[in-house]
């Protein structure tokens, strides 16, 4: 069992080969990783953006629960602060974008519910 170096964006991690089922844990540990940071950004480029700018066209949030956007601002933030102290850069890169487009919907929330 050896270690190897896993570089990513600026970062080297040092990952040790442990057992699971069998010699291959971090693969499937890193399989799983990557594939809940790019649902999360996907959900985070896809839906986010599509609401903001049709909120944006409409000049109001109708139709959106206020508590919606509270719960994924709050949500988002834990996360993001999580990820960024733990310190885990996939996590934290996914969380930190869904944070940004929570915050403008709730930007959104206040400035039309006052233009009514």
Avoid: H
């Amino acid at each position: 069992m050896g270690d190897f170096v896993l570089t990513t964006i600026g970062f080297n991690y040092k990952i040790r080969k442990l057992s699971l089922f069998g010699e291959r844990r971090f693969v499937w540990i890193n399989v799983f990783g990557v594939l809940a940071v790019a649902s999360s950004l996907s959900i985070t480029f896809i839906g986010f953006p599509r609401q903001i700018i049709r909120n944006y066209r409409r000049k109001n949030t109708e139709g959106i629960e206020p508590c919606l956007i509270y719960a994924a601002v709050s949500s988002y933030f834990f996360w993001t602060v999580y990820a960024w102290m733990k310190p885990d850069f996939f996590l934290g890169t996914a969380q930190t974008f869904g944070l940004l487009f929570a915050l403008i919907l709730l930007i959104q929330q206040f400035v039309y519910r006052k233009s009514r």
